[in-house]
């Protein structure tokens, strides 16, 4: 069989992905400060989807012929996956607050008080934890925890570049 018949009829050997392609891939959008500091929703979207594909691949078949690649396809998915939690948060806090940046809404909303929890691996979700000033027992402030108000996949509408 020539190799271009081995190209359009693979053998029964899975392909591996490269860990190191994968932190290449959340570093290309993490790092940046044209990405990472002065954000807007279409970035956001762009960077999540090109994360989203990221998290794809790492579902996928990991190498692992040593214990050095178990530990590096372990540490790719979990970069990817902060990396997915922390732009899907940014995307979810429509506001500019302390080093969180939003071109898109320049100000500080004194309306959006609360901390972000934010998780979930296939399907992300978003939890505020509202701030209140009112006097809980010997706390000057209390935080109570609301229910997860977005449960969402990252991919809504990602325009093309």
Not at 15 to 29: D, F, K, M, N, P
């Amino acid at each position: 069989m020539s190799n271009e018949q081995n190209f359009l009829f693979p053998n029964a050997v899975e392909l591996h992905y490269q860990s190191e392609a994968i932190v290449r891939g959340v570093q290309a959008e993490m790092f940046p400060l044209e990405k990472n500091y002065l954000r807007s929703e279409q970035g956001l979207l762009d960077s999540l989807a090109k994360l989203e594909k990221l998290w794809e691949q790492v579902q996928g078949n990991p190498k692992q012929d040593s214990v050095r690649d178990v530990e590096f396809s372990r540490r790719a998915a979990a970069l990817t996956a902060v990396a997915r939690w922390a732009y899907f948060s940014a995307l979810h806090r429509t506001e500019t607050r302390s080093e969180h940046i939003r071109i898109d809404y320049p100000e500080t909303n004194p309306n959006q008080r609360y901390y972000q929890a934010t998780g979930g691996l296939d399907k992300l979700w978003v939890r505020r934890d509202w701030i209140t000033d009112a006097m809980s027992g010997d706390k000057p402030q209390s935080v109570y925890a609301t229910s997860t108000v977005q449960t969402t996949q990252t991919t809504p509408t990602v325009s093309k570049l």
